[in-house]
């Protein structure tokens, strides 16, 4: 059974950092790429980024790219969220998603072309 855990959610303070991590079973390892969304309430889920599975290539929200760092650990089966001077802007709950076929000539920064997701983890930052 597919399953990907995300942790590391918390309050923290604007301009001081976070990391989240997501750890997936075995079957969303043979994925092709992993990636992060967000959604504060009263908004629409939100791409934040991805990472493919195989070459470590990275893709960010345009937006968010010169605060947040993804990562992954292929042996811990594990990806990382890496976000630096946080805003209340921010606020949200942060998912992690599998992607298991490729995006062959765009970026999979689409809720739907997902196929399993994480349950969530809050992130509050407070001004």
């Known amino acids: 059974q597919a399953q990907l855990v995300e942790s590391g959610g918390g309050l923290v303070q604007a301009g001081e950092s976070l990391r989240l991590s997501c750890v997936g079973s075995?079957?969303?390892?043979?994925?092709?790429?992993r990636a992060w969304f967000r959604q504060a309430p009263g908004k629409e889920r939100e791409f934040v980024g991805l990472?493919?599975?195989?070459?470590?290539?990275?893709d960010y929200a345009e937006s968010l790219k010169d605060r947040f760092i993804i990562s992954r650990d292929n042996a811990k089966n594990t990806m990382t969220l890496q976000m630096n001077n946080l805003r209340p802007d921010d606020t949200a709950v942060y998912y992690c998603?599998?992607?298991?076929?490729?995006?062959?000539?765009?970026?999979?920064?689409?809720?739907?072309?997902?196929?399993?997701w994480g349950q969530g983890t809050q992130v509050t930052v407070s001004s």
């Open positions: 075995a079957r969303t390892f043979s994925g092709y790429s």
């Open positions: 998603a599998a992607r298991m076929n490729i995006c062959a000539g765009y970026v999979c920064d689409a809720p739907g072309l997902y196929d399993y």
């Open positions: 990472i493919t599975w195989g070459q470590g290539r990275t």
